[in-house]
C-alpha cells in the first residue's frame, strides 16, 4: 500500500529555516509535493515537483522555498529559508500516482516563533 511520511518539522525563530523530507512508497508517483493548513484557513499549494523536474511555486514561497526530489530514494525534499511567523502551519506531503491516484501524508508542524 501508499505511505507517506513526513519528517523535519519543528519550532524555528523568524528568519531561521528547515528542511522537511517525505518518503513515498508502495507506487510510482508523477507529482511530489507539500501542502499547508494552518488551523481556520483552507488548505494550499506551497510547491510540486514533477518526475521530468518541473517545479510549481506559491507567490508566498517564491525565492524563499526550494522544493527537490530524489526519485531513487522516493524522497521529496521542502528546504525553507526565511522563514516568517505567517509560515506557521501544519505541512502535508501530497503524491500523485500514474494512475492520477492522490495521497497524503499525516503532516508535520512547523511553527516560526521568537
Known amino acids: 500500500q501508499v505511505q507517506l511520511v513526513e519528517s523535519g518539522g519543528g519550532l524555528v525563530q523568524p528568519g531561521g529555516s528547515l528542511r522537511l523530507s517525505c518518503a513515498a512508497s508502495?507506487?510510482?508517483?508523477?507529482?511530489l509535493g507539500w501542502y499547508r493548513q494552518a488551523p481556520g484557513k483552507q488548505r494550499e499549494m506551497v510547491a510540486t515537483?514533477?518526475?521530468?523536474?518541473?517545479?510549481n511555486y506559491a507567490d508566498s514561497a517564491k525565492g524563499r522555498f526550494t522544493i527537490s526530489r530524489d526519485n531513487a530514494k522516493k524522497t521529496v525534499y521542502l528546504q525553507m529559508t526565511s522563514l516568517k511567523p505567517e509560515d506557521t502551519s501544519v505541512y502535508f506531503c501530497?503524491?500523485?500516482?500514474?494512475?492520477?491516484?492522490?495521497?497524503w501524508g499525516q503532516g508535520t508542524q512547523v511553527t516560526v516563533s521568537s
Open positions: 501530497y503524491a500523485s500516482s500514474l494512475l492520477r491516484t492522490n495521497y
Open positions: 508502495g507506487s510510482i508517483f508523477s507529482t
Open positions: 515537483i514533477t518526475t521530468a523536474g518541473s517545479t
